[in-house]
């Protein structure tokens, strides 16, 4: 059974440093979504990463897929205080790819 | 105004008492979803459906019926509330097919059990 892990699960940064958000999930998956979720708020679609070696970009956001790896990354350039939030991966549970699986979500802070 | 609408967002009730989270869509989306987000463990799929009469188990289905008549309601039944069920839970819709597409998620309702 699809297991997705996100690491870390807190992160402090300060503005204008770069990091990296780890999503890794136990056996093959056809998609690796990215979203974001604010306090109090509902998701939001950032990224669907569909084959290997996808790599996508939005603003200070960029998510690449490795399917061999079974990793995902989400790298934050430059970061913002506008980027703190959680960050949630999920991924499709084979073989019914319309069950998904989420990581537990990365709460980002970004100080000034 | 493309969205996901859910009612009531706020609902505190007692063990037993019998519950409908009702979700609606105007999407025209084949695809809809309940999931439940708990603290630490993420969203958590409990059923989904892919069109009208077809509907499936996701992750923690247990204590939840749904039902899907109409393509654009997707109904979250508690028949008898337990505490343990006190959650946020979010709907979700998104197009069947399409690979590129993603969910589109509701406000989410507050659920508290007492």
């Known amino acids: 059974e699809l297991k997705v892990e996100q690491n870390p699960l807190f992160l402090s940064m300060q503005e204008g440093k770069n990091y990296t958000i780890y999503c890794n999930y136990s056996?093959?998956?056809?998609?690796l979504y990215w979203y974001r979720q604010d306090p109090g708020k509902s998701l939001e679609s950032l990224f669907v990463?569909?084959?290997?070696?996808a790599v996508k970009q939005e603003g200070r956001l960029m998510a690449s897929l490795d399917t061999k790896a079974r990793l995902s990354t989400l790298h934050i350039t430059a970061a913002v205080h506008d980027l703190s939030a959680t960050y949630f991966c999920?991924?499709?549970?084979?073989?019914?790819?319309?069950?998904?699986?989420f990581g537990a979500g990365t709460r980002l802070t970004v100080k000034p | 105004e493309a969205q996901v609408t859910q009612n009531p967002r706020y609902l505190i009730t007692v063990t037993g008492k019998k519950l409908t989270v009702t979700c609606s869509q105007n999407?025209?989306?084949?695809?809809m979803s309940w999931y439940r987000q708990d603290p630490g463990l993420g969203l958590r799929q409990i059923y989904y459906?892919?069109?009208?009469?077809?509907?499936d188990k996701g992750d923690v289905p247990e204590g939840y019926k749904v039902s899907r008549k109409e393509k654009r309601n997707f109904p979250l039944i508690l028949e008898s509330p337990s505490p343990n069920q006190t959650s946020l839970y979010f709907c979700?819709?998104?197009?069947?097919?399409?690979?590129?597409?993603?969910?589109?998620f509701g406000p989410g309702t507050r659920l508290l059990v007492l």
């Open positions: 979700a819709s998104g197009r069947q097919g399409m690979s590129s597409e993603t969910q589109y």
């Open positions: 056996t093959t998956s056809d998609r």
């Open positions: 990463l569909l084959s290997n070696g």
């Open positions: 999920a991924a499709e549970n084979r073989p019914n790819n319309n069950d998904m699986r």
């Open positions: 999407m025209n989306h084949e695809y």
């Open positions: 459906s892919m069109n009208v009469e077809v509907t």
